[in-house]
Structure formats: C-alpha cells, structure tokens
C-alpha cells in the first residue's frame, strides 16, 4: 500500500491528498487544477501561512524581506531559482515584512533577510543575512531531513 502525502495548494489552499511517489509527477490541485509546484516561490500572508507551515508532508522555507533591504533584493533571484531545484520536496515562500508586520513580530524578525525553515509547524533552522545559491543548497541540505 502507498503512502499518501498531503500537500496545500499554493493557489487556493486546498489541503490535496495523494500517493508519496506521485510527489515527482507534476500534480494539481484537485479542487482549482493548478500545478501543485510550479516552481515559484509563494506569497505568505496571515491567511495562507499556517496552512503552508503546518504542512506535514512539505517543509517550507520562508524567506523574510522588505522591498527597501538592498540584500534582500540581491537574494530574490537566488531564493527564486532555488524553488525549482528544491521543489517538490520542500516549498518555498516569501513573508513581506512590511506587508505582513504580525508574522514578523510572531517570528521575532530583527534582521533581514532572514530564511527560516519549518517542519510541520516548527522552526528547525534560522539564518539572518544574504546566502549566494551554493551557500542555500549547503544550508537547507544541513537542516533538511533526507
């Protein structure tokens, strides 16, 4: 018997259920039909974020920023690039912290950028300041499961 994983849609929201060896097949949305990793990072606010956070089967990694941070819009390209080489085992998400000053304040955010990775609503990993791509792949590999 497979294992079924169940992982949130980054259009809609909708929790999808399936086998973990489809996670690879390119899946949609059973209730919206978009690609379920299209591999682009997604926008957290407060009412998407615990869906994606508390996720079990899809760790996410926020990214913190604010669109005046010099080196947080030097690493835009990086964390971009990054979903499609980290998809479909991890998602991706980007946390204005402007925009979305309570989840900043949640999370104690003094310093940007700041990527933080949760696993089924706990933060595993913290890191503050700009990562290059290699420096990325090395991190969340340290403090990602295989």
């Given at each position: 018997?497979?294992?079924?994983?169940?992982?949130?849609?980054?259009?809609c929201?909708?929790?999808?259920?399936?086998?973990?060896?489809r996670?690879?097949?390119?899946?949609?949305?059973?209730?919206?039909?978009?690609?379920?990793?299209?591999?682009q990072?997604?926008?957290?606010t407060?009412?998407?974020?615990?869906?994606?956070a508390?996720?079990?089967?899809?760790?996410?990694?926020?990214?913190?920023?604010?669109?005046?941070?010099?080196?947080?819009?030097?690493?835009?390209?990086?964390?971009?690039?990054?979903?499609?080489?980290f998809?479909?085992?991890?998602?991706l998400?980007?946390?204005?912290?402007?925009a979305?000053?309570?989840?900043?304040?949640?999370?104690?955010?003094?310093?940007?950028?700041t990527?933080?990775?949760?696993q089924?609503?706990?933060?595993?990993?913290?890191?503050?300041?700009?990562?290059?791509?290699?420096?990325?792949?090395?991190?969340?590999?340290?403090?990602l499961?295989a």
């Amino acid at each position: 018997m497979q294992e079924s994983i169940h992982i949130p849609c980054p259009k809609c929201g909708a929790v999808n259920r399936m086998p973990e060896a489809r996670r690879q097949d390119r899946p949609t949305c059973g209730k919206c039909g978009a690609a379920l990793f299209d591999g682009q990072p997604i926008t957290l606010t407060v009412g998407n974020f615990e869906r994606h956070a508390n996720a079990q089967d899809l760790p996410l990694l926020v990214d913190c920023w604010a669109s005046w941070c010099g080196p947080c819009r030097a690493m835009a390209p990086v964390f971009e690039a990054a979903a499609s080489d980290f998809e479909p085992r991890l998602r991706l998400g980007k946390l204005d912290t402007e925009a979305e000053p309570a989840l900043a304040a949640r999370f104690q955010i003094r310093a940007i950028p700041t990527l933080i990775l949760i696993q089924g609503g706990r933060e595993v990993a913290r890191h503050s300041g700009a990562m290059n791509a290699s420096m990325l792949r090395s991190w969340v590999r340290q403090h990602l499961p295989a």
